[in-house]
């Protein structure tokens, strides 16, 4: 996945946006999100629950969980293996 405003519209209003956080830092032309990129992401499509997997790196929930709240103003939870979630 790379950012693309056509994501935002495509997930327009959506409960739950389930997405990939790959890097910290966007990288150009790269083909995965960045925390920024998923928190712009949501924050555009105005999902009510951000769901963030994926992770090319060591997460800390918390910081992450700050940076992601930075930009969007949902709830955040963060993936992890085993993770179960009600709908």
């Known amino acids: 996945t790379a950012y693309d405003d056509g994501l ?5 209003s959506a ?8 890097f910290l830092q966007p990288r150009e032309g790269g083909p995965h999100l960045s925390i920024s990129e998923v928190a712009w992401l949501a924050s555009q499509a105005r999902v009510s629950k951000l769901i963030v997997t994926h992770f090319y790196f060591d997460v800390d929930e918390t ?3 700050n940076e992601l709240k930075a930009a969007y103003a949902g709830e955040v939870v963060i993936g992890s293996d085993g993770l179960t979630i009600e709908v």
């Open 8 to 12: 935002a519209r495509f997930f327009q």
């Open 15 to 22: 409960d739950v946006l389930i997405s990939e956080c790959s």
């Open 63 to 65: 910081a992450l969980k």
